[in-house]
């Protein structure tokens, strides 16, 4: 199964009755609004906006049947384009998008694969509750809750996963099953952090946390001497209260000099505590602009469902994790600026780190940042030459930000052990490979 930078034009696919009419095929006046992702173009034969697990169940028994590309999507939005393809059937989850506080009390709430954050944001703030979850509203709620879930509050609340207390899935053989630390065990393990290899996930219960306001500052800094300015910045964020979560996004501005935009949420209002919080990160450079505000956690995520169109021209992008930023470490980083459209540090660290490594299949649990570098796909080479001199400075890869697929790419996902359990688990839940189309998992472990 493949996905492809430059899709073809794809005829129609033949469809069961039921698939047929819930499909969104090449000629309907839908077509272009469901076919691709906010990275990559895609030309499938049939988009499905299935309705129920028996939906999905009837698409995967079609895939298996026809041998047919297969891809699950729930926003679209993913960096990594992976929930799209050429040729093949996309299953849409869009709209199994309900979300409810199932118990206010315990904050335990469900949330539909297809649901946005924002959604989720907004139906948990009536009770002061939310789940740090991405910095974007319209990412879908399953691809996120499969893969991780860096958020703007991870160093107080850790990852979107770090909270799922049960997963509901649609596996390869069209079983529906519930999953958490005592039902499946071993597929709750997988789901957390490589669940696009195991089914089609449909719903999640997690544990949300008490969050009402929140504090913002946007800040621009001069970054002309870049790799300084990220290592202070780099140290500022370690040294910070938990409290503090901080993107930071480098571009070349005018004159080709480097400018950098941080984006960071103290998760509280209290002005002296802001103010002392944030004093070291505003010093990691010279500000050329800041604004800072007070607001609900819920607005700062809006979902606007607006379609996805393949709108990002940075369409290449490689993704690793950072323990520090070292001097030698911020040095690769700059030079990453001579190739990429852009250059974005997200801290994690604090309660990230605060998990087990062994809990669940996303291990990385010593790293403070997770470091992105998007270009456009004639820089490509370019891009990897520089990063492959950075590569030995990265610890881990966080997948949602990564675009190439391979060997390399899933053992920095998955080191050692974590890969060897689940390629094991592959072939019992999907033996015949239904799930590739997502930073699919071998049959056999890798040699040595």
Not at 8 to 20: A, F, Q, T, V
Not at 86 to 99: K, M
Not at 112 to 132: F, K, T
Not at 254 to 282: E, S
């Amino acid at each position: 199964m493949r996905t492809t930078d430059t899709p073809s034009r794809s005829p129609s696919l033949d469809l069961p009755e039921r698939l047929g009419a819930v499909a969104v095929r090449p000629g309907d006046r839908r077509y272009d609004s469901v076919r691709h992702t906010y990275t990559r173009p895609g030309s499938p034969g049939a988009v499905l906006l299935v309705r129920s697990a028996g939906d999905i169940a009837a698409a995967l028994a079609h895939a298996r049947a026809t041998q047919v590309p297969l891809t699950a999507r729930s926003g679209g939005h993913g960096i990594s384009g992976r929930s799209t393809n050429d040729g093949g059937i996309v299953v849409d989850l869009s709209r199994l998008n309900a979300v409810e506080v199932l118990d206010s009390r315990s904050a335990l709430v469900r949330a539909e694969a297809g649901a946005r954050w924002g959604e989720v944001a907004a139906a948990l703030a009536p009770y002061g509750l939310a789940l740090s979850s991405g910095d974007t509203g319209d990412v879908g709620v399953g691809g996120l809750a499969t893969a991780g879930g860096i958020g703007l509050m991870s160093r107080l609340h850790g990852l979107t996963i770090d909270h799922m207390s049960a997963a509901e899935l649609v596996l390869a053989d069209g079983s529906v099953v519930r999953t958490d630390v005592e039902h499946d065990p071993d597929l709750f393990w997988a789901v957390r952090g490589a669940g696009a290899n195991f089914g089609v996930a449909t719903a999640f219960e997690f544990q949300a946390e008490p969050v009402r306001d929140v504090t913002v500052a946007v800040t621009v800094h001069d970054a002309a001497d870049t790799a300084a300015f990220l290592t202070r910045w780099g140290a500022a964020v370690e040294a910070a209260p938990r409290a503090v979560t901080s993107f930071l996004t480098l571009v070349t501005g005018a004159g080709g000099r480097a400018v950098a935009q941080a984006m960071t949420v103290y998760a509280g209002t209290d002005a002296t505590a802001v103010r002392t919080a944030l004093a070291p990160l505003l010093s990691a450079g010279r500000v050329l602009r800041n604004q800072a505000f007070a607001t609900p956690y819920h607005q700062l995520l809006p979902a606007g469902h607006e379609p996805q169109h393949a709108q990002q021209p940075l369409s290449v992008s490689r993704s690793g994790l950072v323990d520090h930023i070292t001097p030698p470490a911020a040095e690769h980083i700059t030079a990453l600026l001579e190739t990429a459209g852009m250059v974005q540090l997200r801290s994690v660290g604090g309660a990230v780190n605060d998990a087990p490594p062994e809990a669940m299949a996303y291990s990385h649990r010593t790293q403070n940042f997770s470091l992105m570098a998007a270009t456009v796909p004639t820089l490509r080479d370019d891009l990897d030459q520089r990063w492959e001199r950075l590569h030995p400075h990265l610890n881990g890869l966080y997948l949602s930000f990564e675009t190439r697929t391979g060997r390399q790419q899933l053992e920095d996902a998955f080191p050692g052990a974590v890969l060897e359990r689940l390629i094991a688990l592959k072939s019992h839940y999907d033996p015949d490979h239904l799930f590739d189309n997502n930073f699919a998992l071998p049959s056999v472990r890798f040699p040595h």
